[in-house]
Structures are given as structure tokens and as C-alpha cells.
């Protein structure tokens, strides 16, 4: 697991002459409290952030929900015949 900085330059300097050339004389760095994972597969690298919010959790627990009831009813309709549950077919 990683932590990932970041950092925010600021205060630019003009050190050109005749060209405007730009430099940052600040920089502020911060490590996020954040945990991410680096996954590293097939050449390509991505970071997931591992951490549920309520959001989540909620379409989460309405899946759940929902493939319960399927499976649930997919079950009693095999042994009691057409349930309440599913769907009734022709």
C-alpha cells in the first residue's frame, strides 16, 4: 500500500530577460491519510482507493438485495412450482 503526495507550487519568479522564464520559489508539499494500492498488471499501473463510503455500501446492500431475492425465488419456484418470487412463465 502507498501514500501519494502532493505538492502545490507557488510564488512564480521571472529569471529570463529577454524571454519570460518562469520558476516556482514555494513549494508546499502534503501526504494524503488516504491508502491506495498500486496494481500493476500487463504493463499498466492504476490506483484504487481503499475505502467504501456510504454510497458504496448502499448499491452494494440493494445487489445483495436484489440477487438474493432472485436466487431465492429461482429455488422455491424449482421445488414448490410458480412462487410469488419470479416471474411466470408461459
Same mark, same amino acid.
Given at each position: 500500500?502507498?501514500?501519494?503526495?502532493?505538492?502545490?507550487?507557488?510564488?512564480? +519568479?521571472?529569471?529570463?530577460?529577454?524571454?519570460?522564464?518562469?520558476?516556482?520559489?514555494?513549494? +508546499?508539499?502534503?501526504?494524503?491519510?488516504?491508502?491506495?494500492?498500486?496494481?500493476?498488471?500487463?504493463?499498466?499501473?492504476?490506483?484504487?482507493?481503499?475505502?467504501?463510503?456510504?454510497?458504496?455500501?448502499?448499491?452494494?446492500?440493494?445487489? &445483495?438485495?436484489?440477487?438474493?431475492?432472485?436466487?431465492?425465488?429461482?429455488? &422455491?419456484?424449482?421445488?414448490?412450482?410458480?412462487?410469488?418470487?419470479?416471474?411466470?412463465?408461459?
Amino acid at each position: 500500500m502507498e501514500k501519494i503526495t502532493s505538492c502545490e507550487f507557488s510564488e512564480p +519568479v521571472n529569471i529570463g530577460q529577454e524571454i519570460e522564464d518562469f520558476e516556482f520559489s514555494k513549494v +508546499v508539499c502534503s501526504t494524503t491519510d488516504h491508502t491506495f494500492e498500486l496494481i500493476e498488471q500487463g504493463g499498466k499501473s492504476f490506483y484504487i482507493f481503499k475505502v467504501w463510503d456510504y454510497g458504496t455500501l448502499f448499491i452494494a446492500f440493494l445487489l &445483495l438485495i436484489v440477487i438474493l431475492w432472485k436466487i431465492t425465488g429461482s429455488i &422455491l419456484n424449482f421445488y414448490f412450482g410458480n412462487f410469488v418470487f419470479t416471474e411466470k412463465k408461459k
